[in-house]
């Protein structure tokens, strides 16, 4: 538990040039209201309300790409302090519930696994 806790603030301390920067982030919205990032291959859309996160993934010419077998984990901050959820695929996103609201515009990162075992995050200021 305390190595989980450890890395995670690593990886959120490491983040903070890049959410300053704001290089990464596009502007403007997604196809469903929320926030769009680069993930790789992939751009992804974080859309958030209350405890519920869901990432819907698309190609590079923004067509939503099916969510099986894929996973996910969103690193939020909130409070200050870094709020991990498990996302999974559902319906045509991967979801998750965190422990504590996130609000509507979160600054964090989310990392994607896609079926064939690559990886790529996203952050968003």
Request: glycine fraction near 14%; aromatic fraction near 6%; charge should be positive.
């Amino acid at each position: 538990m305390l190595i989980q806790r450890c890395l995670t603030a690593g990886a959120v301390l490491a983040l903070l040039p890049v959410w300053a920067t704001g290089v990464y982030a596009h502007d403007g919205t997604g196809h469903r209201g929320g926030r769009v990032a680069d993930a790789g291959p992939y751009h992804i859309e974080l859309v958030t309300k209350d405890r519920t996160v869901e990432v819907y993934v698309y190609d590079a010419k923004e067509k939503a790409v099916a969510p099986a077998g894929f996973k996910g984990t969103a690193i939020l901050v909130v409070g200050g302090k870094p709020a991990r959820v498990t996302l999974t695929p559902a319906e045509a996103r991967l979801t998750g519930e965190a422990e504590v609201p996130v609000g509507t515009s979160p600054k964090g990162l989310v990392q994607i696994t896609g079926p064939d075992g690559a990886a790529a995050s996203g952050r968003f200021n």
